[in-house]
C-alpha cells in the first residue's frame, strides 16, 4: 500500500487515504492469530499515516466493523461503545478519531435519518449520539430532518410580524 501511495504521490498531491476495511488486507507475515495479524495491519497502516511524505503525514479513514452483541446493544441503547470494534481491540487502541454511525435495521429507503456518534477523538472533544440524515445514493450526510423543521419553526417564532 506504501509503494502504491508513493507512486500516486508523484503524480498528485495527496491530501487524503480512504480505504475500504483494512482488515481486508494481507499482513506483511503471518501470526498465530487473525486478531495478531489484525492489530499488525492497523499499526503499520498508522505508522503510513503519521511518517507518510516525508513525516507530513496524511489522514487515512477506513471503516470498521462491530461485533453482532454490540449492534444488538446499540439498537437498544442507541449509541455504541468503543468496546463494539470487531475483532481487535487494535482498532480503538491505534485510532485518532472513531465516528460510529448507527442506521436502522431493515430499512432500505435512499434517505433516512441516522445516529451518528464521536466515539474518540484524540485532539478534541467526543459527542453523544445525535441524528443526521444519509443519502446512501450520494454519501451525503446532513442535518437530520426533524432537526432542521424545529429549527425552521425557531426562526418563524423569532421574527416579529408586526
Not at 499482513?27 to 499515516?49: C, F, H, V, Y
Not at 503525514?57 to 453482532?68: A, D, M
Not at 468503543?82 to 430499512?107: F, G, H, M, Y
Request: hydrophobic share 40%; glycine share 4%; net charge negative.
Amino acid at each position: 500500500m506504501e509503494s502504491k501511495l508513493i507512486r500516486i504521490q508523484r503524480m498528485f498531491g495527496i491530501d487524503l487515504v480512504i480505504m475500504d476495511y483494512l482488515a481486508l488486507l494481507k499482513p506483511d507475515r503471518r501470526r498465530n492469530t487473525s486478531r495478531e495479524e489484525l492489530g499488525d495491519i492497523l499499526k503499520e497502516t498508522k505508522q503510513l499515516a503519521t511518517t507518510f511524505n516525508n513525516g507530513a503525514g496524511v489522514p487515512f479513514v477506513s471503516p470498521w466493523q462491530v461485533n453482532r452483541t454490540a449492534r444488538q446493544e446499540a439498537q437498544n441503547t442507541l449509541s455504541y461503545t468503543a468496546s463494539a470494534l470487531a475483532e481487535t481491540a487494535e482498532a480503538s487502541n491505534s485510532a485518532d478519531l472513531i465516528i460510529s454511525l448507527l442506521a436502522p435495521e431493515e430499512d432500505a429507503s435512499r434517505t433516512k435519518n441516522i445516529k451518528m456518534q464521536v466515539m474518540k477523538n484524540r485532539d478534541g472533544e467526543t459527542a453523544n449520539a445525535f441524528d443526521v440524515q444519509v443519502d446512501y445514493a450520494t454519501s451525503r450526510f446532513s442535518e437530520a430532518l426533524a432537526t432542521r423543521a424545529q429549527s425552521v419553526e425557531d426562526l418563524f417564532t423569532a421574527i416579529p410580524l408586526s
